[in-house]
């Protein structure tokens, strides 16, 4: 099987890089001119956890990218999904199929756009960063599940399993929406992290109440719609959800959540990152935005959620830096509501 991944940069770059490593046919199509270019001409460096390596790979922009495209893994920020796949989707081979790797909902756009029979979906969690052209750094190991929407099996999951396999333990899943929106509430708690120039567990040891809570409204949207929620990696979304487990259960998996972020050499997030490093708007509107816009149609207010989504703007905007008052005001706001 051809394989496009359509953004070479953490998470489509570091498993690429695997799949072209094991003798597998991959392209890569980025939206970054000097990282094409780099690419083309010095190859892809992953600067891992374990190991450091450079495959050769054939890089393009998405007009000149050549058809006909038989797998394309989307890897590109949420809220470049329907202009990255619009840029390549009229090369899609008659049989050909799109694979999110990405993080929020996408798959909803991509199955709009494509078709649900061209639409697989996968859930994503391990830790990677773009350096510059060229260079990824791989931080650590997480999980990787494909589904298909519908949960049935497929002869191209089987296929998806066995090559994507070059990169790490993948699993296949009838329940890819249970991970997906496992792993939004858990996003909940990452922006919330973002509002901080601190690591991620340093910032969720401190505010455990408040990150239980943010991850509950969010679990609480996935209960709404009938998904099954699933855990991963250290993250537990039914101690958070229903609510009213004891301090203990919730504060043992804290314990276990932040001892495994601490494994990590990415110590902040990719939320932390676009909004400290690269300057640049977030996925926040796609992610946790989206589970907003689905908790109001069920009644769900989401006040922690909401004021969340307006403070990542302000940083955003420049008009709120990052600071501890920033999760000291979303606990005033929890405390209040749980008077």
Not at 74 to 101: I, M, Y
Request: proline share 4%.
């Amino acid at each position: 099987m051809r394989y496009t991944i359509v953004g070479a940069g953490a998470i489509g770059g570091t498993i690429g890089a695997y799949m072209l490593r094991s003798g597998l046919d991959v392209t890569f199509v980025d939206a970054d001119p000097a990282h094409v270019e780099a690419i083309n001409e010095r190859g892809l460096t992953i600067r891992g956890y374990a190991e450091t390596f450079t495959v050769p790979a054939r890089a393009y922009a998405a007009a000149d990218v050549p058809g006909p495209l038989e797998a394309v893994l989307l890897a590109v920020k949420a809220q470049h999904t329907q202009p990255a796949l619009a840029a390549v989707q009229d090369r899609l081979a008659p049989d050909g199929f799109v694979v999110s790797l990405q993080n929020g909902l996408c798959e909803d756009v991509i199955r709009e756009m494509v078709g649900e029979h061209r639409t697989v979906g996968a859930f994503v969690n391990f830790s990677a960063d773009y350096l510059e052209p060229g260079l990824v750094h791989y931080g650590s190991v997480g999980a990787l599940h494909l589904g298909e929407l519908d949960g049935s099996r497929s002869a191209r999951l089987a296929a998806l399993e066995r090559d994507l396999s070059a990169w790490g333990p993948v699993h296949l899943t009838d329940n890819i929406w249970g991970y997906l929106w496992s792993k939004l509430g858990y996003a909940n708690m990452l922006f919330a992290t973002a509002t901080v120039d601190d690591t991620m567990a340093n910032v969720i040891d401190r505010f455990r109440p408040l990150m239980a809570e943010l991850a509950a409204e969010v679990y609480e949207v996935a209960a709404a719609e009938r998904v099954r929620l699933m855990p991963f990696d250290a993250i537990e979304p039914d101690v958070f959800f229903p609510r009213g487990r004891s301090r203990q259960d919730v504060d043992a998996s804290f314990d276990r959540m932040t001892a495994w972020q601490r494994t990590s050499e990415k110590q902040k997030s990719g939320i932390w990152r676009d909004l400290a490093v690269r300057h640049r708007t977030t996925e926040v509107d796609v992610q946790i935005g989206r589970a907003a816009e689905v908790g109001a149609r069920h009644g769900l207010a989401m006040p922690l959620t909401r004021r969340l989504v307006a403070m990542i703007h302000e940083i955003e905007r420049g008009e709120r830096a990052m600071s501890w008052d920033n999760p000291v005001d979303l606990e005033a706001l929890r405390a209040a509501g749980a008077r």
